[in-house]
């Protein structure tokens, strides 16, 4: 039997084909536009989603292996507002999870009703970014969108009710939504009532590993897969991917180094984190997990590769870096605002320290130092939380590269574990598939007999000594900036 896993991602969609031993026997990747429109706004069209999938999904698997596709899964750039009408059509645009515009409706949610009601509704505090707030700002902007919306999906949700006809979602997923109660694992009808909504309107929630339907006659035909091809909830890119590095159970950590960069500490209970601190979402392996996002990792390096440097050749200007922590160049990785732990759209980019003497490379060297100590300081929450974290595993296209693996070795001072696959997400949504179709008990045991750790780095002593002393400075150049951004901010207004 075959597995399908599908990790709709912000650059592109993965599709990983996975047979019942774990082993796998096909990746494709195909690229999408994301937009712009304003400094701080970031939207897709879902259909270029749906139309990639397709082209993906036909060169994935081979003539003869077709009809032994036996379930689909998902993993998906999570928050992602994505709004149908009464034909399932399209409304406008997708807002995305790095969408700063609604910081005057996270205002609203957190000071005029209230964090402290927000927080036991959710589990959460409003963020830019996540759903709820895109909602509000669609209704008080686009009112005539507002009125047509007949369901409100998630990116990966979509795509699956465009292969099934199911409206459906997951747990993992409707945690970030800010619409949904994350202990209870239900809507959370207050939430519902603030954003003007109904619960008809909203899909019907499942765990990730839960089977929602199947194929719809007419893509199955047109795939060529079986008519009875099992589709799986899945769950949001941070959840599957952790359960793709094997994050599951209790107390492991997951960094992933993709377009976003995150803290993910897997949690067999839930709890509330004091201040609202990190976010608290319900698990793809049917437990919970808290995480720290910073918006611009990976991304931030692809900006100064491509964008500046003008150049691909990202191993070649990684090699040319010298010896670790000696250049005293900071990069604030906020290109789009931030989220853990400022939650500030109105941040931005920025290089401090520059000489005479600082070079190209400094400069790179900079940006992966940043995007490491911006993780630091989730991973600083994370231990205030009182978990002692020692090792963590690692995915995402960044950890591709071994310097930035040795950089966040060394800057959070653990050891650093890649595995196997190397897709956390893609191979994570191919588990979910086979877990759904009763090839493993459950996610735990899935993870426990098919993810191996195959590569280790280890922190070196005397360049953690000099992060220590570069993390002292990083985190002071944030405070001293923050009333710069926001004038920045008021003038471009
Ligand atoms: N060797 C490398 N060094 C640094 N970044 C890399 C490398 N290879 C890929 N990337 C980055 O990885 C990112 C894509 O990672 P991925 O996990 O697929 O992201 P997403 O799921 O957000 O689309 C891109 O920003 C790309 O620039
Ligand atoms: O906002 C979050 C998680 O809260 C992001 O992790 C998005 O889910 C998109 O992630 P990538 O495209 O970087 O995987």
Redesign the pocket.
Known sequence: MLYIGI?L????V?LLLMDEAGKIKNIVTKEYPISFPKPGWSEQNPLDWFYSLMEGLKELVQERDKKEVNGISFSG?MHGMVILDKEDKVIRPAILWNDGRTWEECNYLNETIGREKISAYTGNMALAGFTAPKLLWVKRHEPDNFKKISKVMLPKDYIAYRLSGVHSTDVSDASGMLLFNVKEKCWSGEMLEIAGLKEEQMAKVYESYEVTGTLRADIAKELGFPLDCKVIAGGG?QAVAAVGTGTVGSGMCNVSL???GVVFVASKDYSQIKDNALHVFAHADGRYHFMGVMLSA??S??WWMDEVLKTRE??KE?EAIPDLGKNNVYFLPYLMGERTPHNDPDARGTFVGMTMDTTREDMTQAVLEGVAFALRDSFEIVKETGLSVKRIRIN???A??PL?CRIIANVLNVKVDKINSGEG?AFGAAILAAVGCKEFISVEEAAARLIKVTETTEPEEEIVRRYEKKYAVFKEIYPALKPVYKRMAEEQD
């Not at 991602?9 to 592109?12: A, L, V, W, Y």
Request: proline share 4%.
């Open positions: 990790d991602g912000t650059s592109s993965k750039q890119d993709g377009t976003s990976a991304a390096n692809k990202y191993v990684q995402g296209g960044g591709k590269s930035w997400p």
